[in-house]
């Protein structure tokens, strides 16, 4: 075999790639490309490395002697020169995304996260990434790399996320607010882990930490969320109204007693112990009967009052401490006395 120019294999897919004659003879070419580098491997034992340049080979066989040599060691070259090629261009297209799930402090519940992102990286150090990476391989591409970091890379990033909401107190439905931030610790970390491998982030972008809406989880959130706003609405109008549905009930078990002429109560009412019995009731029946007997003396004060009393009636229908039949029925009372 005579002399021979040698060149590499590798693209924008392909990041290592051996030369594919191992029987390389003494004064061969070597071309390196400015975005490479070359390693020569002489019998097993790395030899040097080869920057960008053309360069020859300083080792291997003989020409015109290899036959000869051939020969002695049963049809095989005892010398054996590998030349291998690594693409040291930086690679955008390192993408990544995935699922993890944090603790919720205030509800105590594991909500699920979608999480997504890319990072930049090179080979920096040819001859760490051949010893601990490539290993036996005759070629290593861009998705072999990717599936040999994509572990390291989510666990550092559930680790960053876990850190940010346990320790740092974050709110985990505003994490997106935090990229950034989150983004640059993920990078720290990863560079301390993966740098030994000859390798070099370059950049680590975190583009989204969103929700997971229809995991079960996060929907039990939302249930108990919109049970305690339901709540909230409900004592807020019983709050507003006072006691005013207390003392429509009262009125009612008065009127009541009133048209029984026939019994006791009635005959007591009729008897002008009306008033004594509602006091009996309680106090804010008594003040109830006490403005009755006002509204009688003013009718533009009973006019407000009627207005006031459906306005009350309204809110308790809004926020379902009574139904629509007694809402009417008691609308309807407070209109016929008007």
């Known amino acids: 075999m005579g002399i021979s120019v040698i060149q590499s294999d590798t693209t924008s897919e392909i990041f290592v790639s051996k030369h594919h004659n191992s029987d390389i003879v003494l004064g061969s070419q070597i071309i390196v490309r400015e975005n490479e580098e070359a390693i020569i491997v002489e019998n097993g034992q790395i030899l040097t490395s080869l920057k960008a340049g053309r360069h020859t080979v300083e080792s291997g066989n003989i020409p015109g002697l290899k036959n000869l040599i051939e020969r002695s060691f049963n049809g095989d070259s005892p010398v054996k020169v590998e030349i291998w090629f690594f693409n040291k261009v930086a690679n955008f297209d390192f993408k990544w995304g995935s699922q993890i799930n944090v603790q919720d402090k205030k509800?105590?519940?594991?909500?699920?996260?979608?999480?997504?992102?890319?990072?930049?990286?090179?080979?920096?150090?040819?001859?760490?990434?051949?010893?601990?990476?490539?290993?036996?391989?005759?070629?290593?591409?861009?998705?072999?790399?990717?599936?040999?970091?994509?572990?390291?890379?989510?666990?550092?990033?559930?680790?960053?996320?876990?850190?940010?909401?346990?320790?740092?107190?974050?709110?985990?439905?505003?994490?997106?607010?935090?990229?950034?931030?989150?983004?640059?610790?993920?990078?720290?970390?990863?560079?301390?882990?993966?740098s030994k491998f000859g390798l070099e982030i370059i950049d680590f972008f975190i583009i989204g930490i969103d929700v997971i809406s229809n995991d079960p989880s996060f929907i039990k959130i939302q249930d108990s969320l919109s049970e305690a706003a339901a709540l909230r609405v409900k004592a807020k109008a019983v709050k507003e109204t006072g006691d005013f549905y207390k003392l429509e009930r009262s009125l009612d078990a008065l009127n009541k007693a009133s048209e029984n002429e026939n019994g006791i109560a009635g005959n007591l009412l009729s008897g002008g112990l009306g008033l004594g019995l509602g006091v009996g009731v309680g106090q804010q029946m008594g003040n109830s009967l006490n403005d009755s007997t006002s509204f009688t003396s003013n009718e533009q004060n009973q006019n407000n009052d009627i207005f006031i009393k459906i306005k009350k009636l309204k809110s308790l229908l809004d926020s379902g401490l009574i139904t629509q039949e007694e809402f009417d029925k008691k609308k309807k009372e407070l209109l016929d006395k008007y």
């Open 107 to 194: 509800y105590n519940l594991l909500v699920p996260l979608g999480i997504r992102g890319s990072y930049t990286i090179r080979i920096c150090d040819s001859i760490s990434f051949l010893k601990q990476i490539v290993g036996s391989e005759t070629t290593f591409t861009k998705v072999q790399l990717q599936e040999n970091l994509l572990p390291n890379v989510l666990q550092v990033v559930k680790d960053i996320t876990a850190e940010e909401v346990e320790q740092n107190n974050a709110d985990i439905y505003t994490l997106a607010t935090e990229l950034i931030e989150i983004s640059e610790k993920v990078k720290i970390k990863l560079v301390q882990n993966i």
